[in-house]
């Protein structure tokens, strides 16, 4: 079999930038910010949903959706389609 030859060469300038992300990458593993804000997170994941029902044309509100969210019954009005 032939060897491979890759279109370019890694250079120690190459081998030091990954080794700093991959030192960067462990340290975010010791990083719990992501677990300071869950109230954030959550708001931000309901408006998600919010904004993508919207563009849907679905007319739930955010508490609706908030209130789906959390498992509680929702009852929306029925809309009506013109044909």
Known sequence: MNQYQPPFSIT???LDY?????EKLGNLDYYD???K???????NRIYSIHSSLAIEA?????????????G???IASKKKYKK
């Open 12 to 14: 120690n300038q190459m």
């Open 18 to 22: 990954v080794s700093s992300i991959m």
């Open 33 to 35: 910010n992501l677990n």
């Open 37 to 43: 804000m869950p109230v954030l997170r959550k708001h």
């Open 58 to 70: 679905n007319s739930l509100s955010f508490n609706q959706v908030k209130d789906v969210i959390e």
């Open 72 to 74: 509680k019954v929702v």
